[in-house]
């Protein structure tokens, strides 16, 4: 009788034990696939975007070309990618999606830039899309596709607007 009280207690323990961890397996796993669920599309468009780190800039770039970009084909298809067709020119961009203070800019908004009269905002020269943490993704001149301090120098000088696109 003593035997199968121990015998008992084994198998008892055991099957539990095998419950226990095959639910911790598989919600380990359901864990894993959330964290991948949760990358924000914002974040997969900025990992995509910086596939193409150094690709040189081309004014008026072709947007069936990825050997070259110009800022506004370069937003066009990388956005592309995850389903939003931005128009063509860094002006039409400018006016799609919803406007967005700079103090509540999220990785993915496109931000503007202009080199001329900020009074009226009306002169886009530039786009690029907010990677977060003050930093934007876009390409310009001699560095190509490059990444750049949103609150210093050019950029904080000649930042217009910020749309939210996604």
């Not at 095998?18 to 997969?44: L, P, R």
């Not at 937003?75 to 999606?97: A, E, N, W």
Request: aromatic content about 10%; some cysteine; glycine content about 12%.
């Amino acid at each position: 009788m003593n035997m199968h009280k121990i015998i008992k207690k084994v198998i008892i323990t055991g099957v539990a034990a095998t419950i226990g961890f095959g639910t911790f397996a598989i919600e380990g796993t359901n864990m894993a696939q959330a964290a991948t669920a949760t990358t924000s599309t914002g974040q997969k468009i900025i990992n995509y975007g910086e596939k193409y780190m150094g690709t040189p800039y081309k004014f008026g770039a072709s947007t069936s070309t990825t050997n070259y970009f110009d800022c506004s084909s370069f937003m066009k298809h990388i956005f592309k990618k995850y389903g939003v067709d931005l128009p063509r020119t860094s002006v039409q961009q400018s006016k799609v999606g919803r406007a967005v203070s700079k103090s509540n800019l999220k990785k993915g908004d496109l931000v503007f830039f202009s080199s001329g009269s900020r009074a009226t905002g009306s002169n886009i020269t530039h786009v690029a899309v907010y990677m977060g943490g003050g930093k934007i993704l876009h390409t310009y001149g001699g560095p190509g596709v490059t990444i750049s301090d949103l609150n210093s120098g050019n950029w904080k000088r000649t930042y217009i607007k910020a749309r939210r696109v996604l």
